[in-house]
């Protein structure tokens, strides 16, 4: 078999959507398990919407899910922008204008739109009814449009991989415009030059599209081009079985990242909208690679489901090595106003694995890692429970008795105990006003690791600052 060759295609949005993530996913994992290309080219003839942050913003997504794409050897960058091929698009009109494959047609806009309005009374299908076809008598210079003489005669047939054969009937597709008046070639023009330009041999995107496969196989039979394989991926939905929108949450990728999501969970989330093997949900990527099929893409849209994703986040964050998540831990600190020229890496190395276990997303890591750094920290209402004059008393016991012990485990753990044994207190009686004072919450990992973690220095300050305020008696 000849080299796989897949690509995404994205139109810049300004964003890479979840959609459009899923869409590369398939394709990338297509690629690497054929040991094929994949290709990025970047849908920008729409120049209003297309700026340089717009596109940015998607490779930007891409390299965060880890999609390396490859180059093909006739872009200019790594990624193919379709401005850059305005000549090509140009050069192919004019040879199906040449062959009598498409012709000039005259109608004005608002001819269309008039002659739209009065199908759709009569509840029709609006078409364009091919009028300038045979049309002549009218100077070149007059303003036209460049229209594809669609065949009208029999079906055209879509062998899809996931949908199987999808029969259109010829006489619903009418005469495409190719080049609007102002010369500009259009969507399905660009697509099916640049798709047989790059050798593309599966065509795999999202189901939306599936309406203009027929159009764009006419296109290759007009070219006499062979026509690659299709996959027409079922579409993301939400929870109300709506097509996947703002009103469900977010639907940028960068957003994910944003709000502390590893990109592995994102990746091991997306690919099973879709997609399964078996009844697993967990994969390595080197699994991904070696089990993806377009075969067990599903024929149904998937849902999705931001509590799947937010326990696969988890999931991966418990299981990540600690220095792999220092980076945007970082970030986040950042964030959560822990500056990064204030944090030893080495200290957040060991304050982690602490965290792991309890943070479902690195916000909720950050925001619990965030008291190991500040110099003053702020007070959750909850902590009041534990912050009351009737405490007072455990506090001044602790400060004593911490006071010439090392902050390690065993001689803490016998400190705490021994305090316990004299004031008649269980563990947690101690523990929770230790915790409340020196984290400014009620949950943290376990004490010994908090006191260890934090050291000496700051838990006694922390500690004497609630000892000062309570014996003033304030509440
Ligand atoms: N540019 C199209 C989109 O963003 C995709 C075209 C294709 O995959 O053929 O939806």
């Given at each position: 078999m000849s080299e796989i060759r897949v690509r995404f295609a994205p139109s810049p949005t300004g964003f890479l959507h979840i959609g459009g993530a899923r869409t590369a996913i398939?394709?990338?994992?297509?690629?690497?398990?054929?040991?094929?290309?994949?290709?990025?080219?970047?849908?920008?003839?729409?120049?209003?919407?297309?700026?340089?942050?717009?596109?940015?913003?998607?490779?930007?997504?891409m390299r965060w899910l880890g999609l390396d794409w490859d180059r093909w050897e006739g872009s200019k960058g790594?990624?193919?922008r379709q401005t850059e091929r305005f000549d090509l698009y140009r050069q192919k009109i004019s040879d199906l204008l040449e062959q009598e494959k498409a012709y000039r047609c005259y109608c004005t806009a608002d001819e269309l739109a008039e002659r739209r309005k009065v199908a759709m009374k009569a509840k029709q299908v609006p078409r364009y009814d091919g009028r300038c076809r045979d049309r002549t008598g009218l100077a070149p210079d007059h303003p036209y449009a460049i229209r594809f003489k669609a065949s009208k005669e029999g079906k055209?047939?879509?062998?899809?991989?996931?949908?199987?054969?999808?029969?259109?009937?010829?006489?619903?597709?009418?005469?495409l415009i190719i080049a609007r008046s102002d010369g500009s070639?259009?969507?399905n023009l660009c697509v099916v030059v640049d798709d047989v330009a790059m050798g593309i041999t599966h065509v795999i995107r999202g189901d939306d599209h599936l309406n203009n496969t027929p159009r764009?196989?006419?296109?290759?039979?007009?070219?006499?081009?062979?026509?690659?394989?299709?996959?027409?991926?079922?579409?993301?939905?939400?929870?109300?079985?709506?097509?996947?929108?703002k009103r469900h949450g977010a639907t940028a990728v960068q957003q994910y990242r944003d709000e502390g999501y590893l990109p592995e969970a994102m990746l091991n989330y997306l690919v099973r909208l879709g997609w399964?093997?078996?009844?697993?949900?967990?994969?390595?990527?080197?699994?991904?690679?070696?089990k993806f099929a377009l075969e067990d893409v599903g024929t149904s849209p998937a849902i999705f489901n931001p509590e799947k994703l937010l326990w696969l986040n988890a999931h991966y964050i418990k299981n990540a090595a600690p220095p792999h998540l220092v980076e945007s831990l970082l970030k986040q600190l950042n964030d959560v106003g822990v500056a990064k020229k204030r944090i030893n890496t080495e200290t957040l190395n060991r304050i982690i694995p602490a965290l792991q276990e309890r943070s479902r997303t690195l916000i909720e890591m950050a925001e619990s890692a965030a008291y190991f750094f500040l110099d003053e920290i702020e007070y959750d209402e909850k902590t009041q429970k534990f912050l009351k004059p009737e405490n007072l008393e455990i506090l001044k016991t602790v400060r004593k008795t911490l006071d010439d012990i090392p902050f390690e485990h065993d001689p803490l753990l016998e400190a705490l105990k021994g305090i316990c044994e004299t004031m008649g207190l269980?563990?947690?009686?101690?523990?929770?006003?230790?915790?409340?004072?020196?984290?400014?919450?009620?949950?943290?990992?376990?004490?010994?690791?908090v006191l260890m973690l934090l050291g000496k220095e700051k838990a006694f300050k922390r500690i004497d600052f609630?000892?000062?305020?309570?014996?003033?008696?304030?509440?």
């Open positions: 398939f394709n990338w994992l297509y690629a690497r398990h054929h040991q094929g290309k994949f290709y990025l080219r970047i849908e920008d003839t729409d120049q209003s919407r297309s700026t340089d942050e717009a596109i940015e913003a998607i490779l930007d997504g790594d990624a193919l055209i047939v879509v062998r899809d991989q996931v949908k199987g054969e999808v029969v259109f009937d010829s006489s619903t597709v009418d005469d070639p259009t969507y764009q196989i006419q296109l290759y039979e007009a070219f006499g081009y062979p026509i690659p394989h299709f996959a027409h991926v079922p579409m993301i939905l939400g929870s109300d079985k709506a097509r996947l929108s399964s093997h078996k009844d697993q949900e967990i994969f390595t990527l080197e699994e991904l690679v070696e269980k563990l947690a009686q101690v523990a929770q006003p230790i915790r409340a004072a020196i984290t400014g919450k009620v949950v943290s990992p376990g004490i010994f690791d609630q000892i000062e305020r309570l014996s003033k008696g304030e509440p």
